[in-house]
């Protein structure tokens, strides 16, 4: 038996047209920093373009690439920044 919801795969979101949309746009330079562990988290981000490192210490933990957010559990769960992140690539 196959069931559809008839929701949309995250795939066919783009949320780089959500945030062009509502928020500001910043730029970042590869080696430079978004946000550092430990700070409090007052906004999300969804990358547009390159590839963001998520490190604890100087262990990439996870790499988020275009069309990916960062930085929203700051939001769910009110506790500081767990990680963080820095652009490995720009365009």
């Known amino acids: 038996m196959n069931v559809s919801s008839g929701k949309k795969k ?7 047209v ?3 949309s509502a928020g500001a746009t910043i ?3 590869a080696g430079a920093t978004v946000f ?3 700070e409090a988290g007052e ?3 969804i990358v547009q373009f390159g590839t963001i490192d998520m490190m604890i210490g100087d262990k990439v933990i996870e790499s988020i690439g275009a069309n990916e957010a960062l930085g929203f559990m700051s939001m769910i769960d009110d506790n500081p ?3 963080t992140a820095r652009p490995a690539s720009c365009r």
């Open 81 to 83: 920044r767990s990680s």
């Open 18 to 20: 959500f945030a062009k």
């Open 10 to 16: 995250r795939a066919d979101i783009d949320m780089r």
């Open 27 to 29: 730029k970042v330079p």
């Open 36 to 38: 550092n562990k430990g």
């Open 43 to 45: 906004c999300m981000y």
